[in-house]
């Protein structure tokens, strides 16, 4: 086979290995670019098309489709314009989706920023056992949702479930976490909790392992508090950390769907249903495919609003790595 | 000091137990018999390690089956989005091609479209295709690979060009430059990759449930909901059994190999 010799880099214009008789000039550099392009085609292309085909074209297509009145695999579509979303912002159910929602994301987000904060800071002491703890406190993460809500289930159930028997050892009755609001709703954000916890933690654990020892050391010299310190030295530094985990934890949260699925299928009386889980209610519970996919276009429009924020921030204070 | 130690000790201990308690719990409840998963007050241990309700699973729902599925669609999915993944890293990286700003930004731009907002038109479309109740379908609308390019691409811009310079002069082609030099060099971020996809490969509920009905084509965590449906919801040995069965393989990778899949998962918050 004739392998093309590449140029040597920096061996100037003279590099070129005697070209066949009288090319025209530049002819040569054309065709590495033609051959530069193709390998691109072949190499990047797959991919592209792909990202084109199943993200970019239904992206696309779900804003079409909130414009119709349409079910799911029906022959007829009706164009309603902004009606579909007329409808959602004056639905009755559209306040408690939204409550329900911003009460799932903000518990979630804080609780695990709060409770994964104080993992991290007591996985930052050399104390014996972290590694187990580490390792206890991640697995969760990578578990499969749906599997996860059905063990958290059992746990919760009011009769012969481990919750209960705690709670009996505490002298407390088992609420009833299936059926009476708002345990059902308590639930999900509890097992959500477990699942997150410990990657919270672990970046948590990253950013504190980036605040210099001897600043600590300091404050404590000039005689603060660990809590001082804590608030005053290293929740600053560690203020990149919590941003950043913010947003992500706000959008898996905004998106989750496994856990909810699992454990209530948005009920009872739709006191679980969030805005995703609502999309895929009316949507292929209901049929009501066009309507769910002006769900889906809000629901992009916060997830793109809380990037915004993030990106205009990142660039400003955090730098890459 | 040392009391503030011990104290951390203590609550150290008992934030470990309260965390691995709920996976100890599933394990041992899925080897309980009926009578001790429904005795008050509760007993912990099973008395013999009965596999009842593993068998009771396996005879409701195909769970060879769905287990065959759920490793091939995992092995396949992941080998594929890795290697798309690289092709087009390797493309953004040592192509110069004048419009490669933009296809990186198009490959960027896709982290922020989630798959669920565009669940509807995909599944219209794969419909179209014929694909439900098919393995294609579920696996080709994820195949695309947005964070592992981007993951990849972060990578190869570090390499040494002096090595791949050098296997410029020897004529190595761009094919054999990627798997004998540059593939060779990002074993780690491969390994990263690789790991976060299988995780998430098996773990994708939302899709092939939407996708498949046919308990044969079904993956494990959509058996699961034809188990609960089939079962009932609280017929918790047999659930346990097959969450088990859907959980333990995950949680092994995760125990062997937990520095790696630890650094693919948490590599967004590095690169921003």
């Known amino acids: ?49 792909l990202l084109v085909l199943f993200v970019y074209k239904p992206l696309v297509e779900s804003f079409y489709l909130s414009t119709m009145q349409w079910n799911l695999g029906s022959p007829v579509a009706r164009f309603v314009g902004l009606g579909n979303y007329v409808e959602w912002f004056t639905a009755d159910s559209t306040a ?64 012969y479930g481990l919750m209960s028997a705690v709670l009996r050892g505490f002298g407390v009755a088992s609420p009833q976490w299936y059926t009476v609001e708002p345990w059902p709703l308590v639930m999900i954000i509890v097992v959500y909790l477990w699942k997150h916890l410990g990657y919270v ?105 809380v990037t915004a924020v993030q990106l205009r921030f990142l660039e400003r204070k955090v730098h890459y790595a | 000091m040392l009391a503030l130690d011990a104290a951390g000790l203590m609550t150290l201990a008992a934030a470990t137990l309260v965390l691995g308690a709920p996976l100890l719990w599933m394990l041992l409840a899925s080897l309980k018999r009926p009578d001790e998963l429904y005795a008050l007050p509760l007993q912990w241990l099973p008395d013999a390690l009965d596999l009842g309700n593993y068998a009771q699973a396996a005879r409701t729902i195909p769970l060879g089956t769905l287990f065959a599925n759920s490793v091939g669609l995992t092995v396949v999915g992941s080998g594929l989005k890795v290697a798309l993944g690289l092709c087009c890293a390797y493309a ?72 791949l310079e050098a296997a410029d002069l020897d004529g190595a082609g761009h094919w054999r430059r990627l798997w004998r030099f540059v593939v060779p ?32 084509k079904m993956t494990l965590p959509v058996g699961l909901t034809l188990l609960q449906n089939v079962e009932g919801m609280t017929a918790w040995g047999v659930l346990l059994a097959a969450t088990t069965v859907v959980t333990l393989p995950v949680l092994v990778v995760f125990l062997v190999l937990q520095r790696r899949l630890v650094a693919g998962l948490t590599a967004g918050a590095v690169t921003g």
């Open chain 2, 92 to 163: 953004l990286v040592f192509l110069d091609v004048p419009f490669r700003r933009t296809v990186f930004v198009v490959v960027i731009a896709a982290l922020m479209i989630p798959p669920q907002i565009t669940i509807i038109p995909n599944y219209t479309f794969v419909a179209s295709l014929g694909w439900l109740n098919t393995y294609q379908g579920i696996l080709v609308p994820g195949l695309a690979s947005a964070f592992g390019t981007f993951l990849f691409r972060q990578h190869f811009l570090t390499l040494p060009r002096s090595v």
């Open chain 2, 185 to 216: 060099m990002s074993l780690p971020t491969i390994a990263a990759v690789t790991l976060v996809s299988v995780v998430n490969e098996w773990n994708d509920y939302l899709w092939p449930f939407l996708v498949v009905d046919d308990p044969r």
């Open chain 1, 1 to 49: 086979m004739t392998a093309v010799l590449a140029p040597p880099a920096g061996a100037g214009p003279t590099r070129r290995p005697a070209p066949p008789p009288s090319p025209a000039p530049g002819s040569a550099a054309r065709a590495r670019r033609r051959r530069a392009l193709a390998w691109f085609a072949l190499l990047a292309g797959p991919n592209v098309a």
């Open chain 1, 96 to 159: 408690r989706v939204l409550t329900t929602t911003a009460v799932f994301t903000l518990t979630t987000v804080g609780g695990a920023l709060v409770l994964g904060l104080g993992l991290a800071l007591l996985l930052d002491r050399r104390l014996p056992g972290r590694g187990l703890a580490r390792t206890v406190a991640f697995a969760p993460y990578v578990l499969s949702g749906y599997a996860v809500g059905i063990l958290w289930l059992f746990i919760f159930d009011p009769r």
């Open chain 1, 201 to 305: 933690a672990l970046i948590y654990l990253a950013g504190l392992q980036g605040v210099p020892q001897d600043l600590r050391d300091a404050a404590a010299l000039d005689g603060a508090s660990p809590g001082r310190t804590l608030r005053s030295v290293v929740l600053p530094l560690l203020a990149p950390t919590t941003f950043f985990l913010l947003v992500t934890m706000m959008l898996a949260s905004l998106q989750s769907f496994d856990v909810i699925r699992s454990m209530t299928q948005g009920g009872p009386l739709g006191s679980t249903t969030t805005l995703m889980y609502q999309i895929y209610t009316e949507g292929f519970v209901n049929g009501r495919a066009g309507y769910a996919s002006a769900g889906a276009t809000i629901l992009f429009l916060l997830l793109l609003a």
